[in-house]
T-cell receptor
Framework: QKEVEQNSGPLSVPEGAIASLNCTYS??????FFWYRQYSGKSPELIMFIYSNGDKEDGRFTAQLNKASQYVSLLIRDSQPSDSATYLC????????????FGTGTRLKVLA | GAGVSQSPSNKVTEKGKDVELRCDPISGHTALYWYRQRLGQGLEFLIYFQGNSAPDKSGLPSDRFSAERTGESVSTLTIQRTQQEDSAVYLC?????????????FGPGTRLTVL
């Protein structure tokens, strides 16, 4: 079992729809969770982070965390063609470590 | 500086040669990370530094790969006797270790091509 798992996609959604990206992780001691967006040929850029159960909203983006199910998701409302990119889930371990484990990413295509 | 910088941005080398890749983290960031990303693939963890020490170097693929960091600042990733399978983008990131969230900030990467 991979430490951080994501569906590679591509996930195709029409413009204006909600895109839902999912990530599961294996280390129950993980404390912080991050979503990065990576455009083709570019470096990853941070979109959101979340560390407590529940939802965290920032503009069109909502991160959801369920530690009991070891599941974190990213919702993108009113998806735009410019949201088309690969979305990487990253998990930071418990206290004392600053190592991050990245999933392989989900490719999102927003169709105009 | 304002962000993480890496040099060179592109490196083309011949099989068997040694290469050095450089990373300048954000000032004050004590944690520094190296990742490898092959074309169309995810991020492969190589090594991370806490200050000048490397608590986890488990991702280095072979003994041809080594990294060092001096002065809690610049880091160099060295690949000896390069092979074609070493061709990839090498990404460096840094993060603060104070506070709770410690998000990583990435540099632009070095694209390595081994002929």
């Amino acid at each position: 079992q991979k430490e951080v798992e994501q569906n590679s996609g591509p996930l195709s959604v029409p413009e204006g729809a909600i895109a839902s990206l999912n990530c599961t992780y294996s280390d129950r001691g993980s404390q912080s969770f991050f979503w990065y967006r990576q455009y083709s040929g570019k470096s990853p850029e941070l979109i959101m982070f979340i560390y407590s159960n529940g939802d965290k909203e920032d503009g069109r983006f909502t991160a959801q965390l369920n530690k009991a199910s070891q599941y974190v998701s990213l919702l993108i409302r009113d998806s735009q063609p410019s949201d088309s990119a690969t979305y990487l889930c990253a998990v930071k371990g418990g206290s004392g470590t600053y190592k991050y484990i990245f999933g392989t990413g989900t490719r999102l295509k927003v169709l105009a | 500086g304002a962000g993480v910088s890496q040099s060179p941005s592109n490196k083309v080398t011949e099989k068997g040669k040694d290469v050095e890749l450089r990373c300048d983290p954000i000032s004050g960031h004590t944690a520094l990370y190296w990742y490898r990303q092959r074309l169309g693939q995810g991020l492969e963890f190589l090594i991370y530094f806490q200050g000048n020490s490397a608590p986890d170097k488990s991702g280095l693929p072979s003994d041809r790969f080594s990294a060092e960091r001096t002065g809690e600042s610049v880091s160099t990733l060295t690949i000896q006797r390069t092979q074609q399978e070493d061709s990839a983008v090498y990404l460096c990131a840094s993060s603060s270790t104070s506070g709770s969230y410690n998000e990583q900030f990435f540099g632009p990467g070095t694209r390595l091509t081994v002929l």
